[in-house]
């Protein structure tokens, strides 16, 4: 996918039925390095259990975890807001304010 978007193939932002998003390479690294990080503790949380570790330091771990998943989530919806849901507005479309409001409803349960 990254090979389409460097040789503009994707569309736009979350264009066609496919729903696709065109990231600029610097976007694409950052989101990757971050999930890259997430999957280290996520690891480092199995490897603490195969080994025995006291519970408290487990739940440390994986508050850690929840933590940088959440963080990733926030990074991924400022960008969604400031290019797809800011692109359809100015283009007179509000549909991605509906899914944006239904999106924040689950993310705030």
């Known amino acids: 996918m990254a090979a389409e978007i460097m040789e503009g193939k994707a569309g736009g932002c979350c264009a066609g039925p496919e729903r696709t998003k065109v990231r600029s390479d610097k976007e694409y690294r950052d989101l990757m390095n971050r999930l890259s990080r997430i999957e280290g503790q996520i690891?480092?949380?199995?490897?603490?259990?195969?080994?025995?570790?006291?519970?408290?330091?487990?739940?440390?771990?994986?508050?850690?975890?929840?933590?940088?998943?959440?963080?990733?989530?926030?990074?991924?919806?400022?960008s969604h807001i400031r290019s797809c849901v800011a692109?359809?507005?100015?283009?007179?479309r509000e549909e991605k304010l509906d899914e944006l409001v239904m999106a924040l409803q689950k993310l705030m349960k």
């Open 87 to 92: 692109e359809d507005i100015r283009a007179g």
């Open 43 to 78: 690891r480092g949380i199995r490897r603490m259990l195969e080994e025995d570790a006291y519970c408290i330091d487990v739940i440390n771990q994986v508050s850690a975890a929840g933590s940088a998943l959440d963080s990733f989530t926030k990074c991924l919806l400022a």
